[in-house]
């Protein structure tokens, strides 16, 4: 079954993004590296611009060499399929990457790092709609690797989308 229209997973990705970048407790996990990263004061729109997006929160999934002790997170259409059922609507699987350096897992919290990441990019996301385009749901997540250095998790959520 082909999907009828890619024009609008770029559309779908961006709204995602700017959902992301919303969630100011997301942020401070993966700006603040101390262990007590929600309890500095918000990010604000010049330091989200400039420090985070494209570089913290990743539209282009591209990650490269670990330079800083920054968690990353990286957005990354990972497949689209049309449903047989009704061909104006597509299921489009969005994946987030969250890739935690080991230093940074414990924070001042009963939580770790990589899943209070997770739980806010769940909070943001699922159960949302992106813009009148469709509702996201998931939050399941994966264990991709570790190293000495990094964790990598992968957290997938489906976005029915119509045309």
Same mark, same amino acid.
Do not use: C, D, S
């Given at each position: 079954m082909n999907v009828r229209n890619c024009s609008d997973i770029g559309v779908n990705a961006q709204y995602i993004?700017?959902?992301l970048l919303a969630n100011q407790n997301l942020l401070k996990l993966l700006y603040y590296t101390d262990k007590d990263p929600l309890s500095h004061e918000d990010l604000s729109e010049e330091q989200i611009q400039n420090e985070v997006f494209e570089k913290l929160v990743k539209i282009v999934p591209r990650v490269g060499p670990k330079e800083t002790a920054h968690s990353i997170i990286a957005v990354r259409i990972a497949r $689209?399929?049309?449903? $047989?059922? *009704?061909?104006?609507?597509? *299921?489009?699987?969005i994946s987030v990457e969250i890739f935690v350096p080991m230093t940074q897992w414990v924070i001042k919290d009963t939580n770790l790092r990589p899943f209070a990441i997770m739980g806010e990019i769940q909070k943001s996301l699922n159960g949302k709609k992106i813009e009148g385009l469709g509702k996201m749901v998931g939050g399941d997540f994966d264990l991709n690797f570790l190293t000495e250095e990094i964790s990598a998790y992968e957290q997938t959520f489906v976005l029915t989308s119509y045309d």
């Open positions: 993004i700017k959902r $689209a399929r049309g449903l $047989a059922t *009704n061909n104006e609507f597509k *299921n489009v699987n």
